[in-house]
């Protein structure tokens, strides 16, 4: 398959008797495979689903009647925790404070660090004597024993790749990680899923975002929080081209809907919150070579004394790109990339890779 990378990871060690492990299930078929193919390599496997918000879809009410049923099929225990306070204070308010800066924030990886990696692992060490946790994200972890650190790599199959959401995960949670799928496409999810009578193997994909799954959009998500504040779309020529209503409804790089007509294509080039201004300009001023990120975090390796070369990735679905990484004393780096890149957004993630291997991460800061 084009689309695959050499399967080089160990995915789980070879199980021992009496070694346990506490399954994150969110009730979908990623998560519910992931269980069924522990149990299957001899794990004592018992389920965890996190209550984060109220409403539909994964990672609610729905989602936790699914975890529950599949916990029930297979004789094994199910845990909820209620995290829903966690869930509004390092999500919910981090989304909206983002969004009312002028800045379009990453929510997935600071979920993946506050809410579910770092407690699930605490809750599941200190009160179900787990040896491991587990999830359904498709990435892998690799022990190197030369520097005794726990790598986090890339999935075997590429377009289901979620590693860039994990960058941001304490490395020495990975060393209590399992990622059964890290070596599945997602066919081959429903497949086993199926294989083990999983009434999840048909069930739709979720939304990558569950804000969005429980809202219906995510700018039906924001309205909950931020009232429409009219101002000014302005040209980076100085010239006022329309009014929006709002700049927690643009996004940097956007190009459709902005309900202004130019002589050329137009994309949004800054949201300025002090004055309420959406700047935009053509699509050569979107480029830029440089980012600063900050809250950096070093996974697979420690932070190195002096600049590292690396392939950056500035989105979720975005290419990685040869770049000079110069970590800061300060917890920053500068990422100086080979070529411009198009619409580097703050508060978006910039990850870096050698290969399949994940070496860090931060926040994009400017």
Known sequence: MADRAPATAIQF????????????????????????LLHDQGYAVEGLTLWLMKGKGQCCSEGMVDAAQICENMGVAHHIVDIRETFEKYIVNYLIDGYEAGITPLPCSNCNRMVKFSPMWDYARDNLAADYIATGHYARTRY????????????VYRPKDQSYFLYDV????????????????????????????LHT???????????????????????????????EIVHTSGLVLGQHDGIHHYTLGQ???LGVAYSEPLYVLELDPVLNRVVVGSKDDTFSSE????????????????????????????LPELATVTPLADGRARVVFDQPQSSITPGQAAVWYDGEVLLGGGIIER
């Open 13 to 36: 060690p070879a199980p021992a008797a009496g070694k346990k492990v506490v399954v994150g299930l969110s009730g979908g078929v990623d998560s519910s495979t992931a269980i069924a």
């Open 144 to 155: 190197d024993e030369a520097t005794g650190r726990t790598h986090l790599l890339r999935a």
């Open 170 to 197: 304490p490395h020495e949670v990975f060393e209590h990680v399992l990622f059964p799928l890290g070596d599945y496409a997602k066919t081959e999810t429903r497949q086993a899923a199926a294989d083990h009578g």
């Open 201 to 231: 193997a048909d069930k739709p994909e979720s939304q990558d975002l569950c804000l969005v799954e429980a809202n219906g959009s995510m700018r039906a998500f924001i309205d909950k929080y931020i009232a429409p504040k009219q101002g």
């Open 255 to 257: 190009r459709k809907g």
């Open 291 to 318: 980012l600063m990120a900050r809250r950096v975090n070093w996974v697979s390796i420690a932070q190195p004394s002096g600049p590292i070369r690396a392939e950056v990735q500035i989105r979720y679905r975005h």
